[in-house]
């Protein structure tokens, strides 16, 4: 999807042939997530300087899109009690690190990862991961 000469469009045509429920998916898809990757990769950085300003407009921030992205058949609170939610707001707030959070959209286009040895395993501990799981269809092009 955000991987063109414009990483950040996605002008790519949804490919001939490809079943009305399925197109209808893809396009419920690029709803969801669009405005979130654009912003970041091409305007990450003013973005940075307004959250990293108001606390409240951060947490506002992570608020709407984790009610767009979390199960909608649910109570979102019962997912996400106030005090997870304000721990993490606060993890971003108190170290100023929404910018690494965001600029990491655009340098991994920019700078796609590279092992830098030949060994294995190719990432050594420690290391994180974050696995998201959606309840939606996972729709690849």
């Not at 300003?53 to 951060?58: A, I, K, L, N, Q």
């Not at 106030?82 to 959209?105: C, E, F, K, M, P």
């Amino acid at each position: 999807m955000f991987n063109g000469e414009l990483s950040y469009s996605m002008a790519q045509a949804i490919p001939e042939g490809v079943p009305d429920e399925l197109r209808k998916e893809i396009l419920a898809f690029y709803d969801t997530y669009a405005s979130h990757v654009v912003v970041h990769m091409l305007d990450g950085q003013t973005v940075t300087h307004g959250l990293n300003d108001s606390p409240v407009g951060m947490l506002a921030w992570l608020l709407q899109r984790w009610k767009k992205w979390s199960d909608k058949s649910g109570d979102f609170a019962a997912v996400f009690p106030r005090d997870h939610i304000l721990t993490n707001a606060t993890i971003y707030w108190v170290n100023q690190a929404i910018g690494q959070s965001i600029r990491s959209y655009k340098n991994a286009v920019r700078y796609p990862w590279q092992p830098s040895h030949d060994r294995t395993p190719a990432i050594e501990a420690p290391a994180g991961s974050v696995a998201v799981k959606s309840n939606e269809t996972n729709v690849r092009l």
